[in-house]
């Protein structure tokens, strides 16, 4: 028992109320609202220091013991991955600063922010299929409200789309709850494990494990990402960048949550149709990289690219490919948001998101143009910055389980990444300077855009020089994945 | 009994579906408020029909029926009923700026 545990969703629950009643004092929404990811950001590192001191904790919702009452669990995936969140968003609300607009700002911006994190905390920090089920929908009704927020005509249209996939896999969200309550009469993770361990898993739980499956690739953008590069283009940067870092995020770990903790007794059933999944999906994502033009879906094609490669990494299921893939979602949390940020700055800049009508970035504005070139080489997995171990993991974890055909599609897609990137970074940032009609000659950058993406860049940079040092974690967190007995005896056991 | 219940739920369902794939806004908004409702019907089915008392303790009965996807049903409905209700404002207002309740017209273009 540890109370500790809903610190990373009460705060910013209370902070988003109370934000409410300030619409329009916008300063002092700023200053609450950063004060409370501060806050919210030492609960996350306590917790997380708390489960490497004494493993996993639990937090029985008013004193039922499961599988009765409601549970929260941390173990080391969901700490790291509340932590690293919890970063994401902070550095997003300090970007969001004279960005976004005072519109938008006056029109409960931060509030949505708040409830965003309460939704994505609460889904990692879960242990019961239901509650995920709310959180989700928490996460998801702030997300519709900060992607329409502005109501211009392309975010209307985007919206519509967006909400309309995302009620329908809600909805089969409950039809799998309610399968699967049938077939086994449980709701808690833990509880739903042991059962589905007792019954066997085949015939009908596969069926439920593939509706699962359908689901979460849904909300994930596995394979079935056709939503994804037109909505996440339409909101602004900083909100882009939080969607970009988190959402797609959720929705894999829900993957690998459920096919490591429930769903693990036939992988022949149901990994290799992630396998095949995070195949297409990267494939798919390349191409869509190379052939837009345009800032906005280059970086949306790469979020699908890195949900493939980390997919990959739950299909292949050895320790080195879970610990990779926990590691490259750290990474990636922080480097999608770094570079959804920086390609924001970009279009601020340049006036445009056609690559054919910017240039000559560097001379006026050469911090952004390396820190987005480091950003670039980070995502693709060069050596020194953050995405080289776990890309180097995924892959000897996919190579040790004779997965070759996915491992060689996994490095070509980095090679796509790294190409499509730096034909980003130099249409922008080499060339000429291209005249602006109309626009002041030289935009200036606010010390909020600055100072959240040169945190990020050195943050980038810090965990791939301390790999050694985060692998302590992220290897602890593959322990947990690999062997679902100790998770469901620190749930149920106490 | 569940049977029954499986072939309404199927056919709610069918015309769910049938209306999501339509092109009018109106439709679709129609269609996914009835897959909620065979979502809800669905979770209750699942939990087997079997007759009891309503699970109140004052009523003294042997056998209750099942109280837990009663709570979740309740929980759904209302996350579905605020959805719903900004998909309709969305759809009003996308109405107002883009004059078209028309689907294959809201592809876009890049000219906004």
């Known amino acids: ?494 | 009994m569940e049977l029954y219940m499986s072939l309404a739920i199927g056919v709610i369902f069918t015309v769910g579906v049938y209306l999501i794939l339509s092109k009018s806004l109106l439709r679709i908004i129609l269609g996914t408020s009835l897959l909620t409702h065979g979502v809800h019907l669905l979770l209750l089915t699942m939990s087997r029909l079997k007759t009891g008392a309503a699970p109140l303790l004052g009523q003294k009965a042997d056998a209750y029926v099942d109280p837990l996807p009663q709570a979740l049903i309740l929980t759904s409905i209302v996350i579905s009923f605020g959805v719903t209700s900004f998909f309709f404002v969305l759809a009003y207002k996308a109405y107002q700026r883009l004059g078209t309740d028309d689907m294959e017209r809201l592809r876009g273009k890049d000219d906004e």
């Open chain 1, 1 to 494: 028992m540890n109370n500790l545990l809903v610190f990373p969703l009460l705060i910013p629950l209370c902070t988003a109320a109370v934000l409410i009643f300030l619409k329009n004092n916008v300063a002092a929404q700023r200053w609450i609202s950063a004060l409370s990811m501060l806050a919210t950001a030492s609960a996350s590192a306590a917790l997380l220091m708390k489960v490497k001191a004494e493993g996993i904790q639990t937090l029985h919702m008013s004193g039922w013991l499961p599988p009765y009452g409601i549970v929260f669990t941390a173990d080391m995936l969901a700490a790291l991955l509340v932590l690293a969140a919890t970063a994401v968003s902070a550095f997003c609300l300090i970007y969001s600063f004279g960005t976004v607009g005072a519109d938008r700002e006056r029109h409960y911006y931060y509030p949505f922010m708040q409830f965003l994190m309460v939704g994505v905390n609460g889904s990692f920090l879960t242990g019961d299929l239901f509650n995920l089920f709310v959180c989700f929908e928490v996460m998801l009704i702030s997300s519709y409200a900060l992607i329409v927020l502005g109501g211009t005509k392309k975010q209307l249209r985007e919206t519509l789309k967006y909400m309309l996939i995302n009620i329908l896999s809600s909805t089969l969200f409950v039809a799998a709850v309610a399968y699967l309550y049938g077939a086994v009469g449980t709701l808690n993770m833990a509880d739903l494990s042991v059962r589905v361990a007792e019954a066997g898993q085949g015939g009908v739980l596969n069926a439920i494990a593939v509706l699962f499956l359908i689901v979460f690739s849904l909300k994930a953008g596995l394979f079935l990402f056709f939503w994804l590069p037109g909505s996440y283009g339409v909101p602004p940067a900083a909100v882009a960048a939080l969607f970009g870092g988190l959402l797609t995020k959720v929705g894999l770990y829900a993957l690998i949550r459920t096919f490591t903790l429930i769903f693990y007794h036939e992988p022949q059933a149901t990994h290799g149709w992630i396998g095949w999944m995070a195949g297409a999906t990267m494939v798919l994502g390349a191409l869509g990289a190379i052939a837009y033009a345009d800032v906005q879906r280059i970086l949306n094609y790469n979020v699908v690219i890195s949900v493939g490669f980390l997919a990959f990494g739950l299909a292949a299921g050895s320790k080195d490919s879970l610990d990779g893939a926990v590691f490259y979602l750290l990474h990636d949390m922080l480097a999608k948001a770094l570079l959804f940020l920086l390609g924001g700055m970009i279009v601020h800049l340049a006036g445009t998101n056609k690559l054919k009508e910017m240039g000559g970035l560097i001379k006026r504005y050469p911090a952004v143009g390396w820190m987005f070139f480091a950003a670039a080489l980070a995502v693709a997995g060069i050596p020194p910055l953050s995405g080289f171990a776990g890309k180097l993991l995924l892959i000897r974890g996919g190579l040790q389980e004779r997965e070759y055909e996915l491992a060689a599609i996994s490095l070509a897609s980095s090679l796509i990444v790294l190409y499509s990137l730096i034909r980003l970074f130099m249409h922008a940032f080499w060339g000429d300077e291209k005249a602006r009609p109309g626009r002041e000659p030289v935009p200036a950058l606010s010390i909020g855009m600055l100072a959240s993406t040169a945190c990020l860049t050195v943050l980038v940079i810090a965990v791939g020089l301390g790999s050694e040092w985060v692998y302590r974690f992220v290897a602890e967190a593959g322990d947990t994945l690999m062997n679902p007995a100790a998770y469901i005896d620190a749930v149920l056991k106490e």
